[in-house]
């Protein structure tokens, strides 16, 4: 029996996968210097990622350019995820830890992040509960846990 694949979530399961593995490539968790050094949290993301500044969304927010914004839009499927129609005052993102700046849609939904918040941590590869972590971000691209966790190992043994 064939299984039906909706173009809608062909295009978000690609599209995810799109952005894990041209992460992982282009070293944007660590840079490639750092990664033998011991990682350090207050340098992550909450989630362990190191954004980088070709991402359209923060681009296109720090430039305010309103086509970067319109590709954020739709890559990151803001219609679809928070039901909104395009308005480049929603669409936009400083990071996730950015002081005095609002903050986005994705990351005020982002449940690592809220996590590490409430558990007073800077970064994710500080909690003892990491691999046994069940939060959306992890079970939709379970490589990029995979790539934490490793950081976790580099940044409790050294």
Do not use: H
């Amino acid at each position: 029996m064939k299984k039906e694949f909706k173009r809608r979530d062909f295009i978000a399961t690609c599209f995810g996968a799109g952005v894990a593995c041209c992460a992982l490539s282009r070293g944007t968790f660590l840079s490639a210097q750092d990664q033998d050094k011991k990682p350090d949290p207050k340098n992550l993301e909450y989630c362990g990622y190191k954004c980088t500044d070709d991402c359209p969304l923060k681009k296109g927010t720090l430039e305010n350019n309103l086509e970067l914004k319109k590709k954020a839009y739709a890559d990151f499927q803001f219609r679809e995820k928070y039901g909104i129609e395009f308005d480049e005052k929603q669409v936009f993102c400083y990071g996730c830890k950015t002081e005095g700046k609002p903050l986005s849609l994705p990351v005020k939904a982002c449940t690592v992040r809220a996590c590490v918040i409430e558990k007073g941590l800077d970064c994710c590869i500080q909690c003892d509960g990491l691999a046994k972590c069940d939060k959306e971000l992890w079970t939709r691209f379970p490589k990029f846990r995979e790539t934490v966790i490793e950081m976790q190992k580099k940044y409790k043994s050294v």
